[in-house]
């Protein structure tokens, strides 16, 4: 059984979100999901998230695509990879923070897997969380 590793925020889930979601499940058979943390996010884009961390992993478990899905370390990012031995982890096509050090990373604990890409987004200009959350401002 080939297992897939997914990161991401996950913050106002769209159809972006389920798109690359069901993309990295057909990459095999068992689909892990790890959410970034709430201080996590902030350090990383700047800003809070608009959903706290339990309610956007409970979004993630209720999808019955999605086999495991769990919060991410706030120290290690990488921490999860050496526990869940994936033997593929897929990626976003915007995630670039996550991707700075990962190739080092598996290279030093002599982890073999392929990191794959989405390559196509579904409506980006139209999916996007920092796109629907200035929408949500704009409504308050």
């Not at 059984?1 to 972006?16: C, E, N, Q, R, Y």
């Not at 068992?30 to 943390?37: E, I």
């Given at each position: 059984?080939?297992?897939?590793?997914?990161?991401?925020?996950?913050?106002?889930?769209?159809?972006?979100?389920d798109f690359f979601l069901k993309e990295a499940k057909k990459q095999g058979e068992?689909?892990?999901?790890?959410?970034?943390?709430d201080l996590?996010?902030?350090?990383?884009?700047?800003?809070?998230?608009?959903?706290?961390?339990l309610a956007r992993l409970a979004a993630i478990k209720a999808l019955?695509?999605?086999d495991y899905a769990c919060l991410g370390s706030e120290d290690d990012k990488y921490e999860i990879i050496t526990e869940l031995k994936p033997d593929i982890i897929f990626l976003g096509y915007d995630q670039n923070a996550f991707v700075d050090g990962?190739?080092?990373?598996?290279?030093?604990?002599?982890?073999?897997?392929?990191?794959?890409?989405?390559?196509d987004s579904l409506k980006p200009e139209v999916y996007k969380s920092s796109k629907l959350r200035d929408g949500l401002d704009h409504n308050k």
């Open positions: 059984m080939s297992k897939v590793l997914a990161f991401g925020t996950f913050d106002i889930f769209h159809p972006g979100h068992y689909l892990s999901v790890v959410l970034a943390r996590t996010v902030k350090m990383v884009k700047g800003i809070p998230t608009t959903n706290d961390e019955d695509y999605v990962l190739s080092d990373f598996l290279d030093m604990k002599g982890i073999s897997c392929k990191v794959l890409r989405l390559k």
